[in-house]
């Protein structure tokens, strides 16, 4: 990776009607990244994304993407990015050839023939060009998907939940390719709700009513929100949950399987209302455990309704 960002924007807005579903947002993503954009519903992950690849004009706000201005260099930026939207981009009743060389012509792509059976042979597809895309699996789709967009050796590429509704060995091997591509230099951007997603990521960015709360390498995420956790196990653990929840210092509990995450930010307050119910209860099993992406996560959902999901907030 260099030192110049893949994607510089600063102050980026999009106002849709009297609704701000893009507010004041800086981001910075280094060349060859995995970017996932975490946050809840209608947050505005998808809007801030296409506008920092030039697909969305912003309100406000200004930057580069791959060294073009995003507000005068829109189409040269839109040449290079491949994106894979949500659902299955591709056309069911199409053939796996006519879907594959759709995509090529859409990007004008010169010796569209050889292109679409390099990526059929890259695919591993070569004997099933004439077979109907609807009538792959899933995770067959999503690989598909993936190619088509690709064939135009994009720099960068979007990608929006792309995992929803794959089964978990196509899940990992997405994620194998898109790291391979990542390494590659291609830039990625990923919108996700899903934690097995987020985890792939290398920075993460938590966007909420518009506006980005935290970013940063996802492995400095748990640390930036400064909690501190633990986990109990043991008998009668709805119980248990229901007692802490209402204690000062605790200020989530999470069920995990057969365990409670217990997390607070306040180090000292959390601990002395462990150390009390150790004392009532002997029959929990107590133990100090680093906060994990999933905890951290839960807590930034939570605060962010809290401060500001009530009416009059940025999202309402
Ligand atoms: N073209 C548009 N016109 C009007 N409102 C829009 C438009 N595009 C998005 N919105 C609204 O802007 C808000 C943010 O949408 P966006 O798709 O960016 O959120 P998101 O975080 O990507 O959501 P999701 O996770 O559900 O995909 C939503 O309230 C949405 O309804």
């Avoid at 910075?28 to 697909?55: E, H, Q, W």
């Avoid at 199409?94 to 859409?106: C, V, Y």
């Avoid at 792959?136 to 967009?149: I, Y």
């Avoid at 989530?252 to 002395?272: I, K, M, N, P, W």
Wanted: aromatic residues 6%; negative net charge.
């Amino acid at each position: 990776m260099t030192d110049t960002p893949a994607i510089s924007v600063r102050g980026l807005t999009k106002v849709f009607g009297d609704k701000t579903v893009v507010d004041a947002v800086d981001m910075d993503v280094p060349p060859g990244a995995i970017y996932g954009f975490l946050g809840p519903n209608g947050s505005g992950k998808t809007t801030t994304i296409r506008m920092m690849c030039g697909l969305l004009t912003p309100d406000g706000g200004a930057g580069e993407c791959l060294g073009y201005d995003i507000l005068t260099e829109a189409p040269k930026i839109k040449e290079n990015v491949g994106y894979m939207t949500q659902k299955f981009s591709l056309y069911g009743d199409l053939t796996i050839r006519e879907n594959l060389d759709f995509m090529a012509r859409m990007y004008r792509l010169k010796n569209r023939r050889k292109v679409v059976d390099k990526t059929l042979t890259d695919l591993g597809l070569e004997g099933r060009g004439d077979q109907l895309a609807g009538t792959l699996s899933g995770g067959w789709k999503q690989r598909l998907a993936l190619a088509a967009c690709m064939q135009h050796q994009p720099r960068l590429l979007l990608l929006d939940e792309p995992t929803a509704g794959v089964d978990p060995k196509a899940r990992r091997d997405f994620w194998d390719e898109i790291r391979r591509l990542s390494k590659r230099g291609v830039t990625v951007l990923v919108s996700t709700h899903y934690m097995d997603e987020a985890i792939q990521c290398d920075f993460i960015a938590y966007i909420a009513y518009g506006r980005k709360l935290i970013d940063g390498p996802a492995a400095e995420i748990p640390a930036k929100v400064g909690l501190h956790t633990w986990r109990v196990d043991g008998p009668d653990l709805t119980e248990l949950e229901d007692a802490l929840a209402s204690r000062p210092g605790v200020e989530q509990v999470a069920r995990f399987g057969a365990q409670l995450h217990v997390s607070g930010t306040d180090e000292a307050a959390l601990a002395a209302v462990i150390a009390e119910e150790k004392k009532k209860n002997g029959t929990h099993r107590w133990q100090k455990k680093d906060t994990e992406l999933e905890e951290a996560f839960i807590y930034l959902m939570a605060t962010a309704a809290d401060n500001f999901g009530a009416p009059g907030g940025p999202g309402e």
